[in-house]
């Protein structure tokens, strides 16, 4: 089915340790994004890709970085995890403009301990 | 750079009453506008999205939106509450030209009364 993957949907680290979220879409899409949502605060935007090599930050970019080496694959690296990072991420792409509206993953349930 | 204002994180309301979610957005440019909803446990689903064209849209599970610029208003509402509507829900922004970003709300959490 076309949308968007994401792996693992669960995780327990501990703090320092390193991981890769994945992320994956079959649509296409030139536009993709990573979001962290936390309790009253909504989804805040960590970083976003418009193509296949580009890249920038976001709102929230501290202790996370992405790449973009192809359309369909956007991982999203903890480089040394912090109980801060505890939350929920969510990737999500579309085309460019958002026109059509934005798919989202069914997320990654973080926990750092 | 564009923000999203929701009135309320707590919305209740009784089986079969009138539902109204309200999103207030700013955005330099004309807006495209979105309501996302999340169940328990369960990734973000769109409900409806405003870009261009008519300003009342419908979306599915029976809500609609209308989008009125001279108020920033993009409120979210559905005729009768159907217990199966218990859920968050998010307004979104993408603002200016050739930015994507899609910008959230904090979210309002809707609670259906039997």
């Known amino acids: 089915n076309a949308g968007v993957t994401q792996t693992p949907k669960f995780q327990v680290l501990k703090t320092g340790q390193s991981m890769t979220l994945q992320c994956a879409q079959d649509m296409n899409h030139e536009y993709m994004s990573w979001y962290r949502q936390d309790p009253g605060m909504g989804l805040r935007l960590i970083h976003y890709?418009?193509?296949?090599?580009?890249?920038d930050q976001g709102e929230v970019p501290n202790g996370y970085n992405v790449s973009r080496s192809t359309t369909e694959d956007f991982p999203l690296r903890l480089l040394s995890a912090a109980p801060s990072q505890t939350s929920v991420y969510f990737c999500?792409?579309?085309?460019?403009?958002?026109?059509?509206?934005?798919?989202f993953g069914s997320g990654t349930r973080l926990t750092v301990v | 750079a564009q923000s999203v204002t929701q009135l309320g994180s707590h919305v209740s309301v009784s089986e079969g009453a009138l539902v109204l979610l309200r999103c207030n957005y700013s955005?330099?440019?004309?807006?495209?506008l979105f309501w996302y909803v999340q169940y328990p446990n369960q990734g973000l689903q769109l409900l409806l999205k405003?870009?261009?064209?008519?300003?009342l849209v419908k979306g599915i599970n029976g809500f609609e939106a209308e989008f009125k610029k001279s108020e920033t208003s993009f409120h979210l509402t559905k005729p009768s509450a159907h217990m199966s509507d218990a859920a968050e829900y998010f307004c979104?922004?993408?603002?200016?030209?050739?930015?994507?970003?899609?910008?959230f709300g904090t979210g309002t959490r809707l609670t259906i009364i039997p």
């Open positions: 890709s418009v193509g296949a090599g580009i890249t």
């Open positions: 405003y870009t261009t064209g008519a300003t």
């Open positions: 979104a922004v993408r603002g200016d030209f050739g930015n994507e970003k899609l910008t």
């Open positions: 955005s330099s440019v004309p807006p495209y």
């Open positions: 999500a792409s579309s085309y460019r403009a958002g026109v059509g509206g934005y798919t």
